[in-house]
T-cell receptor, first 114, second 110 residues
Framework: ETGVTQTPRHLVMGMTNKKSLKCEQHLGHNAMYWYKQSAKKPLELMFVYSLEERVENNSVPSRFSPECPNSSHLFLHLHTLQPEDSALYLC?????????????FGPGTRLTVT | ELKVEQNPLFLSMQEGKNYTIYCNYSTTSDRLYWYRQDPGKSLESLFVLLSNGAVKQEGRLMASLDTKARLSTLHITAAVHDLSATYFCAVEPGTYKYIFGTGTRLKVLA
């Protein structure tokens, strides 16, 4: 596997379910990000981890809970979601925290909340 | 409110034509990024612009940055069908604070 991978690629869940999204980067990067991409809205940065420590939380509802057990893996735990949470969730990584590097994105998880 | 606006939102152009996509932002940022997203796929980095007056070119795409005007442009020269995609600009007004534009959906017609 190369680059940034995400699983699952598609997820359908009910509002009472609990699920997790997984992201893995094989680039040796030290910063990882979760984004939400909704139709007709700009990409929204949700969480940022730098060296496994959360450094940014952009007013994201508590029904989204991130976890970064090491610099290669990032999870997004989901529970009691709402239909408006349906979106494409993108994971990204970058080499050095706080330095000027572009981000490398995974393919995304298409989430549908029913 | 921090905003990044792109114009146009949709662009349909003939092959061989030239066009420019504009990215205006409302906050101070010395860095600007351009990304490309193909339908159903993830974002791919195109350019990183680091200073006022920076210009970068790759193939038929050329990006420039004017930090005083808070404006970046992505110029397309002699468009080809393979350039059909959605293009996003993004600024970084602070550490870990990335703000993306709404995207410009480009369709190049044969």
């Amino acid at each position: 596997e190369t680059g940034v991978t995400q699983t699952p690629r598609h997820l359908v869940m009910g509002m009472t379910n609990k699920k997790s999204l997984k992201c893995e980067q094989h680039l040796g990067h030290n910063a990882m990000y979760w984004y939400k991409q909704s139709a007709k809205k700009p990409l929204e940065l949700m969480f940022v981890y730098s060296l496994e420590e959360r450094v940014e939380n952009n007013s994201v509802p508590s029904r989204f809970s991130p976890e970064c057990p090491n610099s290669s893996h990032l999870f997004l735990h989901l529970h009691t979601l709402q239909p408006e949470d349906s979106a494409l969730y993108l994971c990204a990584s970058s080499p050095v925290p706080g330095q000027v590097y572009e981000q490398y994105f995974g393919p995304g998880t298409r989430l549908t909340v029913t | 409110e921090l905003k990044v606006e792109q114009n146009p939102l949709f662009l349909s152009m003939q092959e061989g034509k030239n066009y420019t996509i504009y990215c205006n932002y409302s906050t101070t940022s010395d860095r600007l990024y351009w990304y490309r997203q193909d339908p159903g796929k993830s974002l791919e980095s195109l350019f990183v612009l680091l200073s006022n007056g920076a210009v970068k070119q790759e193939g038929r795409l050329m990006a420039s940055l004017d930090t005083k005007a808070r404006l970046s442009t992505l110029h397309i020269t002699a468009a080809v069908h393979d350039l059909s995609a959605t293009y996003f600009c993004a600024v970084e007004p602070g550490t870990y604070k990335y703000i993306f534009g709404t995207g410009t959906r480009l369709k190049v017609l044969a």
